[in-house]
Every structure is written in structure tokens, then in C-alpha cells.
């Protein structure tokens, strides 16, 4: 038993405290420290065992009273246990504040804690454990900086400080220098290798945030080698081996946890992760009861976000979303960021969205998104609220991702498919197509509504077989597929048979199967699908097994009014108006409001010319739909737009009223609509019939541009009436062009009226040849149309008048003329023949007038005829006579170019042979000056040997000399031939460059051309004519020159003498 010996004042006794057994009321040894004046470090002894034994009452009694004003007047001297007592004080407060949920009276903790250290640090102010005290004061606080100055002050003084150093690795910690923080917790142990095991914690948690989890693991099982029971190594490890997401190491994991829940009941780490384990087995009582200790254990905000999320958790799996909610709320109110744990954002978005609160369940799923960006069950959701909230774009774009992120989950292609629907029908078909895939390829059951909705939007971009599939395939097996056999069909009916008895027929049919034993069962599910596959059907044009479809739906459903609309729709493409009105009867009997029964209806009426009663039918149904029925306004516009031409009688202001009815009503429907494009196209005609052009023709393009991009809308009136419109303003040639768009694109060429349109625009525009061709199409089209065959007559008459008003016409225009009018009084003569000229509204008057205006103009074009024929014969000869005259100048230029070939190539050959003579006059030039040379060095010879009887005397005096003079002579007789070979080669040269300029000279008279250049042949001097004087003087000066050469050179030698 450990006691406490306290000496008596002035005695030797002292008086025996067993520390195990200290009284629950300190005053009794406060007294006796008082009295005693006991040395300040049993104060503290004392504290310290009240405060391990939990007495924390008595623990800062015994600290107070020790720091006391009495007792530091009675151990002023003493310093370093007065310092320690408040430090002590100091760090107690501290961590109240640091364990406080409450804000102010965190705050009040901190500041008693600061009152303590700052009290102790007037007694030393450079005591090292009241800077380290302050330090975890400024830690807890939250003030790094300033924790990081009071820890470098202790450090300044002593590098080796262990506190300080565990200190500043904690600063370094939280600021996120994981490198610096392990640093430190080192160094820490290389100075103190005695350490508690915590402090390899440091050391573990260090290496986990820079992600050496190799080297965690072996620093946390260190901690676990020197403190086999350290909870938070424990539970470290545990973490760890949860995160491999194995079998064995979620196993290994969950007996760490439950170690560490054996050591320390109230580790809130180990709470948390049990409770998580527990939720997934099911056990919901075990999770809630961990959860609730967990809270109460801990103060940590992030710990106690991940206990209020299991709790939330369990209460959302339960269905009790009200508890969920609360509970997951709490959970994000004690982080401070979504990236501290986002789970509950998600969780709680789930809870909002199911509660209908979308605004701030969109704000929460978008913080999980901060987080995890690619989260594709966030963006999922957040998918889905926005299309709720009726924000597609952005919908689209976070569906879109979503099917990106995780290409294999079908249900982001059907919401995707199902937002896309209404805006882009193909994006939405491949969506539901890559889900149908992805169902199969998993060996999923397809749902019935993804195969429906595939077909339908075959069905609308008019993929009728593609559809047919998709909707067999969503019926599956059943009796309605031996009715879709269309040869099976061919044969169910004898020739002949009427519509209506085939409907009994019918009917009887699957009462026979019935009877005999054949179960005609249909699926609630799949009506639908079997409705859409008569439809397609139709659009096959297989109305027969359409509407055996259709009576199959009727046979077990008689209130589905929608099959009997399409029957009756049947019967009245049939052109059985009676069996259509029956059909539309038996569907008003089951609704008598039916707005699409009652609209059909009110057709057939305003078809059967019954005005009055289509109006109260049409009427009746806008009534039916509390007056917001959008189609039956509009069917009520046409019929006000239709009766003001009923009247017999024109009157402006009959139509007038019914305009303005009309359009009040297309406006009425545009007001609540406005992309209502058949109450557009009404407004419209209304524009139009106006005189309006421009307004009208404004409003159909923009119809015609908006129908132009729905593959679903088919109006060709949009078309013709825009077509119209430029009519009326005199653009002939946009208004055929938009004929012909619409006959081509929506008629495939076999609408006779719109041809008639045609014609009539090419009439005013004066286009009678194709105004003819386009009446003969519409002819071939409907053969018993009599109006087409006048029209054409009255073209001819057109075409005929015109060209014979042609100044200047050909005889096989003229000639034409005749053939066409010859057809016009033949047809206009078959129309005065015919009995029911009324019923096509002829008049036999009028046709008549054509017939003798015809015959008048055939007369006429027969006088043109010869008058054409005899113009066109004075033409012909007038183009004989010049084609003559053109022959007669090709002739004469001919020869003409072929003289100058002639003269061109006479001229060549003159140069030619020129240039040859002169090439021969220098080779015998060269010759003679070459024996000139050598008969005069003859001379010399001759010369020197007369000389040589002279004295001896001279003859050795004028040797030397003479034999210089020979030398000099010598070359000056080769430096003449040079300069002689190099003025030949310059005159020959000068003779091919200036060939053009003396060829004139040398044609009259060449020899001159030689005299002139020093080179006269002497032997052609008695064959040649006279020469001029100057060439007589050039000679001359020539020969005496050649003569007085060997005096020239014998003087030089006699002057040098």
C-alpha cells in the first residue's frame, strides 16, 4: 500500500497518508498541508493521485488552495512547484475546452487555462513547461501559428526538449507537413528512446498520411509490441485491414475492433466501425446501441459525424425517414467540410429528395459532387431532381456523364432516354437501345415499357419494321401472332366481303375460340404494346390484321375507346362513312365526352357538308375538355375560316366576321400553346386572305421551319400555302419550287391538285409549255377531271396567241402553232360533245367561243405559215450567198499565205547560199595572203646576198646589228600573222553578228563588200563590173602597201644604222 509521509512542523514526527484511502474530503488535508506548511510537491503528489483515482473535485481544491495568495506568501521562494501547480491548472482547463461542445463555455475553459499559464509565467517567464503548456493551450485553440512560436521558444533554449519536440510535430501535423511532423517524432525518440508507446502513434499516423501504409503498419504494430492493449493502434490496424475489402482482412479487421471494444468499451472509433459492420448483417438494435455510446464517448467532430450517420443510416433502411433526416442533418453539422466526410450529404439528399424537398436535396448531392465528381449514383439523383424542377439542360448534361462514368448500368440510359424523348428523339432511341443491349447481355428481363418505347420511336421516324419487332418482342408469345401472319390474313375473308360484316366476323371469331376450348387472354400490361402493333400495322398498310388486333382489345377490354377510333379511322380511309360513324357511336357510349370521338365526328360532319351540326359537335368537345382543348379551337377556327365563302352571295362583311372569328380563335389557341403550329398555319390564311402577304408569309416559314424539324409533324398545307402566298406577290418561280417540294415530299408525285397549282403558276407567269406539261401529268393522274383537259385547251389557245405575236417566228414554230391548235379545236370539240358539261361546271356557250377562237387562230397561223415559209426561204438564199463570199475570201487568204510561205522561204535560202560565198571568199583570202607572206620573205633573201660583197669590215660591224634586225623582223612577221589571224576571226564574227544590216550590200554588189573590208579577190577583177573609184583607191592603197613592205623593213634597219 503506497503512502504519503507529511512532516510535522518543527518535530521529527510526520503524519502517514495512504494514497489509497485518501478522504472524499480534501479540506482535512489541505488543513494538515496548511499547518504543516508542507513542502508544495506533496501538494501536487496529492493532486495527482485524486485526479488518477477520477476525484477531480478534490484534484483542484488541493491545486487552488496551493496556489493560493497564503501559500505563495509562505513559499515565495520556492518556484519551481508553484509553477508546476499552475501548470498544472493550466492544462486541466485546457482540456475541458478541448473535450466542450458548448461554445461559451469552451471559451470560458480556455480563458481560466490562460489566466493559469500566464500567472505561472510571471513567476519565470523563461520556465520551459509553461511555454509548452501554452502551446497545447494554443493547439486546442485552434491557433497553429501561434503554437508554433511557444513551442520554438522552449527549443531555442533546449533543441532536446521531448515535449517541445512532440509539440511542434503536432503543429506540423495539423498544418498538413506530414514529412516535417514524422521528422520531429523521431527525433523525439532518438533523444528519449524510453518513450511511452503513444508516441510511435506519431510516428504510424505520419507514415499513413503520406501514404507508406507498409510503414504505418509497422510503426502501429510497434505500439502494439510495447502496449499490447493501445486502443488506437488497434484500431488503426483494424482501418486497415477493413480497407483491402477482402474477406480475410474485413475479418482480421472486425476482431481487431472487437478487441479494442474489450479493452476500452467507450474507443468511439471502434464503436463506429462495429455499429457499420452490425447495420450491414441487419441488426439494427446492436447499431443504434453502439452508435448512442459512441456519442456520448466522444467530442470529436468527425467521429461523431460517422456515429449520427450509422444511426441515420439504420433509421433510413427501417423506413423512418422522419429520424433519418434529423439524424443525418446532425451529421453534417459536425464537419465543417463536405470533403471531411461526404456520406451524410448523400444520405441526406436521399431523404429530401423522397420528401419532396428538391431544392435542397439538389444542394446537398452537389457538395457529394465537390467531392466525387464521377459519382454516378450522385449525378443519377441530381438527374433526376432537375428534371423535376423542369431544368432539362442541365439534366442532360449530368445523365449524360453519369452514362459515361459507368457505360454498364442500364438504368442511366432509360433516364436518359426518358428525359431526351420530348427534344431528340434519335439520342433517345440510342439511349433505350444501349439499355435494351446492356439487359441482355446481363441476362435481364427487358421491361415491357423499354421495348414499348423503342417501338414507338421506330414507329415515329417510320421504321415500321423496326417497330414491328420491337413491339412483337415486348408482346411475346400469344394468339395475337397468328393474326400478324399477313398471309394467313389473305385468306380469313372471301372475296367480296364488306366492311362492316367482317367486323361481326371478327368479333364471332374469338368467341368461337372461346368456345372451343381456346383461351384469347391479353395481359393488362401489354394492351398498350398490342394497340402500337395495330398501329404499325396500319401504317403497313395490313388493315385487316389491324383490326383483328383492334376487336381482340375490344373482345376483353370494351371500354378501351382508342381501338374503336382507329377502327372507325379504318372505315374511313374505306370511304365507309356509315360503319365510321357507327364505330365513333359505340366509343361515345362508353365516354359520351370523349373529346377525340366527339372531334372525329364533327369531320365527318363538316366532310358530309352537315355545317351547322359539325359546328355544335365541335363545339361540344371544346366544352368537353373545360374549354382548353387545343384541337377542337382550331377545328372551330377552320370551320369560321371555310363559312366565310359559304355564302352564295359575296359580302365583304359576311367574310370579314368569320375572319375575325377565326382568328381570334387561332390566336386564342397560339395564347395558350405557343408552338401550336396548325393554329400558326390558321393565322396564317387569315393574314393571306386578307391582302396581309407579308405577315402571312412570315408566319409559314416559321411554321414550315419548325414542322421542317420534327420528323413526327407531316403538313404539306404549310407548303402550298406559303406557295400561294408568293403566288399572290408574283414570284412564280419560288412558288413552283415550293409546289414541286411538296408534290414531291409529302404526295411522292401523285397529287393531281397540287399539279394544278403548278400549272396555274406557270400560266401567269407566261410559261405555257410547261403549264401544258404539268396539265397532261394531272391528266394521266385523274382521266375523268374534264376541268384539266379545258385548262389545257385554253394554254394552247395561250401558247398559240403569243408566239403568233412573235415579230420574228420560225416555220416550225408557225407549224407547231397549227398541230397545237388543231388539239385545242379537237379537244375543246369533245367537250362540247359531252352530256354532263354542268356537272363539271362548263358552260357549252363558252366552249364553244374557245372552239371558233381556236379555229380563228388556226386561220391566222396558217397566213404566218406562209409568210414564215417565204421569209425563211429569202433567209436561206441570202446564207447561200454569203457562205459563197466567206468561201471566196478563204480562198484568196489561202494563196495569199502561201505566196509569203514562198517569199519566206526563197529569202531563206538567198541567206544561205550568201553566207556559203563568204565563207569561201575568206578561205581563198587566207591562201593568197599566205603566199604573199612567202614571196616576200624571197625578197629579203635575195636582197641581203647582193649586200654581201661589201669590206669585211662592214660585213663585222653590221653583222651583230643585222643579226638583231633578223630577230626584230622575225617577230614583227609573227606578231603580223597573229594580229592578222585574230582580225580575221574579229571580222568573221562581225560578219555573223551584222549579217542583217549589209545584207542589202551584199545582194547589189558583194565585191564592193570586200573591197570595203581589205579582202578584194583579185582574181575575180576581170569577171566583176567596174568598180566605184573609192574601191579602185582601196585597192591601190592596197597594193602598194603589199609592194613597199621589204623597203619598210630595210629603212628601219638603215635609220637604226
Known amino acids: 500500500m503506497a503512502c504519503l509521509y507529511i512532516p510535522v512542523k518543527s518535530s521529527e514526527e510526520v503524519v502517514q497518508v495512504a494514497l489509497d484511502q485518501l478522504p472524499l474530503d480534501a479540506t482535512d488535508i489541505i488543513d494538515i498541508l496548511k499547518a504543516e506548511q508542507a513542502p508544495l510537491n506533496l501538494w501536487l503528489t496529492i493532486a495527482r493521485e485524486y485526479f488518477k483515482q477520477g476525484k477531480l473535485e478534490q484534484f483542484l481544491q488541493i491545486l487552488k488552495d496551493g496556489s493560493s495568495p497564503e501559500v505563495d506568501e509562505n513559499f515565495a521562494d520556492v518556484r519551481y ?97 506530414y514529412s516535417d511532423s514524422l521528422e520531429l517524432h523521431k527525433r523525439a525518440l532518438q533523444v528519449y528512446p524510453q518513450c511511452p508507446a503513444a508516441v510511435r502513434l506519431g510516428i504510424a499516423l505520419s507514415h499513413y498520411k503520406l501514404g507508406h501504409l507498409e510503414k504505418a503498419k509497422q510503426a502501429f504494430h510497434r505500439v502494439l509490441q510495447l502496449d499490447p492493449e493501445n486502443v488506437e493502434a488497434l484500431v488503426a490496424l483494424g482501418i486497415s485491414d477493413l480497407q483491402t475489402n477482402e474477406a480475410n482482412g474485413i475479418r482480421s479487421g ?30 439494427h438494435f446492436l447499431v443504434e446501441q453502439l452508435t448512442e455510446t459512441a456519442l456520448s464517448a466522444t467530442t470529436h467532430g468527425p467521429t461523431k459525424s460517422h456515429s449520427f450517420y450509422n444511426l441515420a443510416r439504420s433509421y433510413h433502411s427501417k423506413g423512418d425517414y422522419e429520424k433519418a433526416g434529423m439524424y443525418y442533418l446532425a451529421s453534417v453539422q459536425e464537419i465543417n467540410k463536405p470533403h471531411e466526410y461526404v456520406l451524410p450529404y448523400y444520405g441526406l439528399g436521399q431523404i429530401q429528395m423522397k420528401m419532396g424537398d428538391l431544392i435542397n436535396a439538389s444542394s446537398n448531392f452537389q457538395k457529394v459532387l465537390e467531392v466525387q465528381p464521377e459519382n454516378y449514383e450522385t449525378l443519377k439523383a441530381l438527374g433526376n431532381i432537375y428534371v423535376q424542377l423542369e431544368q432539362k439542360e442541365r439534366a442532360q448534361q449530368l445523365l449524360k456523364k453519369a452514362t459515361k462514368v459507368n457505360p ?24 433505350f437501345e444501349t439499355a435494351h443491349n446492356l439487359l441482355k447481355m446481363g441476362n435481364e ?129 374505306q370511304n365507309n362513312i356509315q360503319l365510321s360513324l357507327k364505330l365513333i357511336g359505340d ?93 400558326a398555319n390558321g393565322a396564317g390564311m387569315v393574314f393571306a386572305e386578307r391582302g396581309h402577304f407579308d405577315v402571312a408569309k412570315d408566319l409559314f416559314t416559321q411554321v414550315q421551319e419548325a414542322a421542317s424539324g420534327s420528323s413526327n409533324v407531316q403538313m404539306p398545307d404549310i407548303w402550298i400555302n406559303l406557295a400561294h402566298v408568293h403566288f399572290a406577290q408574283g414570284n412564280f418561280a419560288l412558288a413552283v419550287k415550293l409546289y414541286q417540294n411538296c408534290l414531291q415530299r409529302f404526295y411522292y408525285n401523285t397529287e393531281s391538285e397540287l399539279l394544278l397549282y403548278i400549272a396555274r403558276t406557270h400560266y401567269e407567269a407566261e410559261q405555257w409549255k410547261d403549264c401544258k406539261m404539268s396539265l397532261l401529268r394531272a391528266i394521266h393522274l385523274s382521266p375523268s377531271n374534264y376541268t384539266f383537259r379545258f385548262n389545257v385547251g385554253v394554254a394552247v389557245q395561250k401558247f398559240s396567241s403569243s408566239t403568233l405575236q412573235k415579230t420574228k417566228k420560225s416555220v416550225d414554230e408557225v407549224q407547231a402553232t397549227i398541230t397545237e391548235l388543231k388539239n385545242a379545236v379537237r379537244l375543246f370539240s369533245f367537250l362540247t360533245a359531252g352530256s354532263d358539261l354542268r356537272c363539271h361546271g362548263f358552260n357549252k356557250k363558252k366552249i364553244r367561243t374557245h372552239v371558233r377562237y381556236s379555229q380563228h387562230l ?114 614583227e612577221e609573227a606578231d603580223a600573222a597573229v594580229g592578222t589571224q585574230k582580225e580575221m576571226e574579229h571580222e568573221d564574227a562581225t560578219c555573223k553578228y551584222q549579217m542583217n544590216d549589209i545584207e542589202d550590200q551584199v545582194k547589189n554588189n558583194p565585191q564592193d563588200f570586200l573591197a570595203a573590208s581589205g579582202l578584194e579577190d583579185t582574181d575575180a577583177e576581170d569577171n566583176a563590173p567596174a568598180p566605184s573609184s573609192s574601191a579602185k583607191g582601196r585597192r591601190r592603197a592596197l597594193s602598194e602597201s603589199d609592194e613597199e613592205e621589204p623597203m619598210n623593213v630595210g629603212g628601219g634597219v638603215e635609220d637604226e644604222k
Request: charged fraction near 30%.
Open 81 to 177: 512547484e508553484r509553477i508546476a501547480i499552475l501548470n498544472a491548472l493550466g492544462a486541466y482547463y485546457s482540456y475541458l475546452g478541448k473535450i466542450e461542445t458548448k461554445q461559451g463555455e469552451k471559451e470560458e475553459h480556455f480563458i481560466t487555462a490562460s489566466h493559469y499559464y500566464n500567472k505561472a509565467s510571471k513567476i519565470d517567464t523563461r520556465e520551459p513547461s509553461t511555454w509548452i503548456g501554452k502551446g497545447q493551450l494554443l493547439l486546442a485553440k485552434g491557433d497553429i501559428d501561434q503554437a508554433f512560436n511557444a513551442f520554438n521558444i522552449v527549443l531555442d533554449g533546449d533543441g532536446n526538449n521531448v515535449p517541445a519536440l512532440l509539440g511542434l510535430a503536432c503543429v506540423y501535423f495539423s498544418r498538413g507537413q
Open 254 to 283: 472486425m476482431e481487431k475492433m472487437q478487441r479494442a471494444f474489450e479493452i476500452y468499451p467507450y474507443c468511439a472509433m471502434s464503436l463506429n466501425y462495429l455499429a457499420n459492420h452490425f447495420f450491414f448483417t441487419g441488426q
Open 408 to 431: 454498364q448500368d442500364p438504368e442511366a440510359f432509360l433516364d436518359l432516354g426518358e428525359l431526351l424523348i420530348s427534344t431528340d428523339e434519335c439520342a433517345a432511341l440510342d439511349a
Open 445 to 573: 428481363e427487358v421491361p415491357i415499357e423499354l421495348l414499348n418505347n423503342i417501338g414507338v420511336l421506330h414507329f415515329e421516324r417510320g421504321e415500321f419494321e423496326l417497330a414491328r419487332e420491337m413491339f412483337m418482342e415486348a408482346l411475346g408469345d400469344g394468339m395475337w401472332s397468328n393474326f400478324v401472319d399477313v398471309k394467313t390474313q389473305s385468306t380469313q375473308y372471301p372475296t367480296g366481303v364488306s366492311s362492316s360484316l367482317r367486323q361481326h366476323m371478327e368479333l364471332r371469331l374469338f368467341h368461337r375460340l372461346e368456345e372451343q376450348g381456346t383461351s384469347v387472354e391479353l395481359p393488362w400490361d401489354k394492351v398498350s404494346s398490342l394497340f402500337n402493333l395495330a398501329r404499325v400495322l396500319e401504317k403497313m398498310h395490313d388493315s385487316e390484321a389491324a383490326s383483328i388486333l383492334y376487336h381482340l382489345i375490344l373482345f376483353k377490354y370494351p371500354d378501351y375507346t382508342d381501338a374503336y377510333l382507329r377502327l372507325a379511322a379504318i372505315a374511313r380511309a
Open 587 to 679: 366509343a361515345l357510349k362508353v365516354d359520351e365526352k370523349c373529346p377525340d370521338a366527339l372531334l372525329m365526328l364533327g369531320d365527318l360532319k363538316l366532310k358530309s357538308d352537315y355545317w351547322v351540326r359539325a359546328k355544335d359537335i365541335f363545339l361540344t368537345a371544346k366544352e368537353a375538355n373545360d374549354l382548353r382543348d387545343s384541337y377542337a379551337t382550331v377545328c372551330l377556327g377552320n370551320w369560321n375560316f371555310e363559312a366565310a365563302y359559304r355564302n352564295e352571295k359575296k359580302d365583304s362583311k359576311f367574310e370579314t366576321m368569320h375572319h375575325q372569328k377565326a382568328k381570334g380563335l387561332y390566336t386564342e389557341v397560339l395564347l395558350q400553346h405557343s408552338d401550336n403550329l396548325y393554329a
Open 858 to 971: 388556226l386561220h391566222v397561223a396558217k397566213v404566218h405559215c406562209e409568210v414564215a415559209e417565204h421569209v425563211e426561204q429569202q433567209n436561206q438564199e441570202r446564207i447561200k450567198v454569203w457562205r459563197q463570199m466567206e468561201l471566196a475570201d478563204e480562198s484568196l487568204r489561202k494563196a495569199e499565205e502561201q505566196r509569203k510561205l514562198q517569199l519566206e522561204k526563197k529569202k531563206q535560202e538567198d541567206e544561205l547560199k550568201q553566207i556559203m560565198q563568204q565563207e569561201e571568199h575568206l578561205e581563198r583570202i587566207k591562201e593568197k595572203w599566205k603566199s604573199n607572206a612567202s614571196t616576200s620573205k624571197r625578197k629579203n633573201k635575195s636582197h641581203t646576198e647582193d649586200e654581201s660583197g661589201q669590206g669585211e669590215k662592214k660585213r663585222r660591224k653590221g653583222g651583230k646589228r643585222k643579226k638583231e634586225k633578223k630577230t626584230r623582223y622575225e617577230s
